[in-house]
């Protein structure tokens, strides 16, 4: 009899590795064990649970046989049995709806669940997940069948860790390559829309997930912003903030998190949202810019999902990339907007120029002309292209401007302000313009620039000449009524005298000549009347270079 239960055994096991190494996949080696098993163990169930490292606790791999609420509870086993698995040994246990010390009793009946062998999956003396048996009959389970069942799991193990070995071997290469591809797409443009939306659209379909998010934090609020989804709802992209969750927290301190089960982790906020979005597993990832986080990278799968530490380190490789790609788009960003800023300030500064009337250009230190009013561009009748980086020399050439007397020229040897007036002749007759130079410093007070305005005062001139005439006539007038005032008194007393001669005369010839003084001096008179009461006089040519004046 013993034989026979060896020999059954020995098929058993050549089946089963049979089986587990006809496929690589690791999933596809959990199906086939649950899937294969019940029949060949005369067994009504299996199912395998991993090790998940990052919580310590076993998550679902795959079952066989058992309902989904069976399988969604929230405890596997007591304590005491979860504690000796783990530490190696296998658990055998019989009546089990009969004596459950745990809350999942009504749960396990309504299962018909009877007895229950659990096994741990070794591989290289290390536990990596439990394979459960479980009957809906009471079956004792014999030391030989405890054994052959230790055996069967250690070579679960094996086919397990092989085939995550060659699936992570295939997944790393596909990731290398995806890592070039997303690398080169978000390192091909600064814009930094396009760059998060690149980042979780392939990121998603990279892992095979439902959906990626990108959330930045605000640095004027420290805030976690939603940024760029793929792959979700508008109801769940708007669900409201995240940062109570304890996967934020721990993502946000620099950590990746990877959650199996959404519903049943008390780091999720498991809600309405999330499930009518038939999320199961989520995997969070820092993004990290020169050690700094800046924000999270969420990869959420519609599908109960164990990631791997080839796709965790793909996610952290990825979200490093990212992390710099958003940083450049963002430097980019305030670059563009920092030149807009200045390009409009320009702008600004221009029309202020242009609004000037006087001539004002800008000179540097090798007097090469950097700026240039529209005024001055009107005055020299050339464009502003012509003229910029012209040596500031050349403008001059023909203009009644000596070079000893320049004060740009002056600004330069001195670093003082300075200024010159000079005239020029042109058609409609002598134009005088005012040149006043200014230098701009550097720090250690060299000059770098010299800003320097031109102002046409020929209408200055003018005015002023016209004042002086004014004072000269002024002169004129005053000294008018004074020489008219004195002359008064000598020739009322000639004029009194040759009137009595008038009388006193007989002689008609001597008469006449009386009468003649008399009227030239009654003209004279005239003449002082005018100069005494004078406002102004007019001047015109006469004969030659004379001129008379016609007084007013």
Not at 220 to 246: D, F, M, W
Not at 458 to 480: D, H, I
Request: contains cysteine; glycine residues 6%.
């Amino acid at each position: 009899m013993e034989q026979i239960n060896e020999l059954k055994y020995l098929k058993v096991f050549q089946k089963v590795t049979k089986l587990i190494s006809m496929v690589l996949d690791h999933q596809q080696v959990m199906d086939t064990i649950v899937r294969e098993l019940p029949g060949l163990l005369d067994i009504d169930a299996a199912t395998i649970r991993l090790l998940d490292p990052s919580t310590q606790t076993f998550v679902m791999g795959a079952a066989h046989g058992l309902s989904m609420e069976y399988l969604s509870r929230d405890l596997i086993d007591t304590k005491e049995t979860i504690a000796m698995i783990t530490s190696g040994y296998p658990v055998a246990k019989t009546n089990v709806d009969q004596n459950v010390p745990f809350k999942d009793q009504d749960l396990i009946h309504q299962e018909g669940i009877k007895s229950v062998l659990t096994l741990p999956i070794l591989f290289q003396d290390s536990v990596i997940g439990i394979l459960r048996l479980l009957t809906r009959r009471n079956r004792v389970f014999t030391s030989e069948e405890i054994s052959f069942s230790m055996a069967l799991a250690e070579q679960v193990g094996i086919a397990l860790s092989h085939g995550r070995m060659f699936t992570e071997m295939e997944t790393q290469i596909t990731f290398m390559k995806d890592v070039q591809d997303i690398s080169s797409l978000v390192s091909s443009t600064l814009d930094l829309d396009s760059v998060l939306h690149t980042i979780v659209e392939r990121l998603s379909r990279s892992m095979g997930c439902k959906a990626c998010t990108i959330r930045l934090l605000r640095p004027e609020t420290n805030q976690l912003e939603l940024v760029a989804a793929h792959g979700i709802s508008e109801a769940y992209s708007q669900r409201g903030e995240i940062v109570g969750e304890r996967n934020i927290a721990t993502a946000l301190s620099g950590e990746p998190v990877s959650i199996y089960d959404v519903s049943h982790d008390a780091r999720v906020l498991y809600d309405d949202n999330m499930k009518k979005e038939g999320i199961k597993s989520l995997l969070a990832i820092p993004l990290k810019v020169k050690g700094e986080v800046i924000g999270i990278l969420r990869i959420l799968s519609d599908v109960h999902h164990c990631f791997t530490s080839s796709e965790i380190n793909f996610a952290v490789t990825i979200a490093e990339i990212g992390g710099t790609a958003i940083q450049n788009a963002r430097n980019y960003l305030k670059i563009t907007l920092l030149f807009n800023q200045v390009e409009e300030s320009e702008r600004f500064v221009a029309n202020i120029l242009n609004c000037i009337r006087p001539q004002l250009l800008v000179v540097d230190k090798d007097r090469h002309l950097v700026l240039a009013n529209r005024e001055f561009l009107t005055v020299v009748g050339k464009e502003e292209n012509e003229v910029l980086g012209a040596d500031y020399g050349s403008l001059w050439v023909g203009q009644q401007c000596p070079v000893g007397n320049c004060p740009v020229e002056q600004v330069l040897a001195t670093g003082q302000a300075a200024s010159f007036e000079h005239q020029v002749i042109r058609e409609d007759g002598p134009h005088w313009f005012e040149r006043t130079a200014s230098p701009m410093l550097t720090q250690d007070g060299a000059v770098e620039y010299v800003i320097e305005v031109i102002s046409d005062i020929t209408a200055k001139r003018q005015l002023e000449q016209e004042q002086l005439e004014r004072v000269k006539l002024q002169g004129v007038v005053e000294l008018a009524g004074t020489v008219a005032h004195e002359i008064n008194s000598p020739l009322f007393a000639a004029l009194g005298t040759a009137q009595m001669l008038e009388d006193e005369m007989e002689s008609k010839e001597l008469i006449e000549d009386v009468q003649t003084i008399i009227r030239n001096l009654k003209s004279i008179g005239e003449l002082t009347r005018k100069m005494t009461t004078m406002t102004g006089f007019e001047s015109r040519d006469y004969v030659g270079d004379t001129k008379i004046v016609t007084l007013r």
